[in-house]
């Protein structure tokens, strides 16, 4: 599909998929798209990130293609691996049909056929329909694995030292999250356009639970909105995300709740909150508190 034309119509794009976002993050999306710039997105945990890459994906038509970072990752798990297996049964069967010329062999084993593609190479694979790379969670990666991204968001290719260089032919839209454990560098920085993905505010956290829980009953809605709302100025060591707002709406409508008590919070809390030591600071008065205020 086209990409979208101005920001309204990004934003409507957003919309369409369920996603709510404020004029800033629909302008940075926009220019993203338009610019065919990578899109790093920074912010706290639940906050809708990743979500972007997934709706990006789904309004655009593209193929999702997500690499998911953790610590010790390395290249044969994020952009390519040559099949080993297969390139020395190759081997084999070329010097029993006599083949014994070594620059011959290794030309013949080092195609495209016996080089297995990961999320990196596949979202620039010149074969391959349109997509949307989703690199998630870049700071849980190692620092080094940084540099081999420059090549990737710089110029849209990657280098193999005994194959060539792969470049895409329709650009894929990047989307690179960070939930900040680790300063990621300022050269991945400088070839992305940056937004931060902060808390919404009480009227569009409203407007998100309307549209990824329309079945839950408005005041119920409001009171969870207005609590959680609230409940992101205490003093806790992670604060509930949009994701948790969402989790715990649904979980109140299957306990067929209509209106927030306290007893409800304190047995639905494992839901919102996800330490003990946060659980417990809540659970009792202070939930009491809150609620009294939510109704409010």
Request: aromatic letters at 6%.
């Amino acid at each position: 599909m086209p990409l979208p034309a101005s920001v309204a119509d990004t934003a409507r794009l957003l919309s369409d998929q369920g996603y709510v976002a404020d004029r800033a993050l629909a302008t940075t999306v926009h220019l993203a798209l338009s610019m065919e710039r990578p899109l790093f997105l920074e912010g706290e945990p639940g906050t809708g990130k990743t979500e972007i890459a997934k709706v990006l994906a789904a309004g655009l038509g593209r193929r999702l293609v997500r690499l998911q970072c953790y610590d010790g990752m390395d290249l044969s798990a994020a952009a390519y691996e040559w099949d080993h297996p297969r390139q020395l049964m190759a081997i084999r069967l070329a010097e029993a049909a006599g083949q014994t010329d070594r620059d011959e062999l290794s030309r013949d084993i080092y195609t495209r056929e016996f080089l297995m593609t990961r999320p990196l190479l596949a979202a620039i694979d010149p074969d391959q329909p349109p997509a949307v790379l989703l690199i998630d969670e870049l700071d849980r990666a190692d620092e080094p694995f940084e540099a081999f991204l420059l090549e990737l968001l710089a110029d849209f290719q990657i280098t193999v030292p005994e194959y060539g260089t792969v470049r895409s032919a329709t650009r894929p839209v990047v989307v690179l999250t960070s939930n900040r454990t680790r300063e990621v560098h300022d050269a991945i920085r400088r070839r992305c356009l940056y937004h931060w993905v902060d808390y919404p505010d009480a009227a569009r956290e409203r407007a998100i639970l309307a549209a990824k829980a329309p079945e839950v009953p408005a005041q119920l809605a409001a009171q969870v909105v207005a609590f959680v709302q609230r409940l992101r100025g205490e003093d806790l060591f992670k604060l509930p995300g949009v994701a948790e707002t969402i989790d715990w709406a649904q979980a109140l409508l299957h306990l067929n709740k209509t209106e927030l008590t306290s007893g409800d919070v304190d047995e639905t809390l494992g839901v919102l909150l996800k330490y003990q030591d946060d659980i417990a600071k809540v659970r009792g008065a202070e939930a009491a508190r809150l609620v009294t205020e939510a109704q409010a």
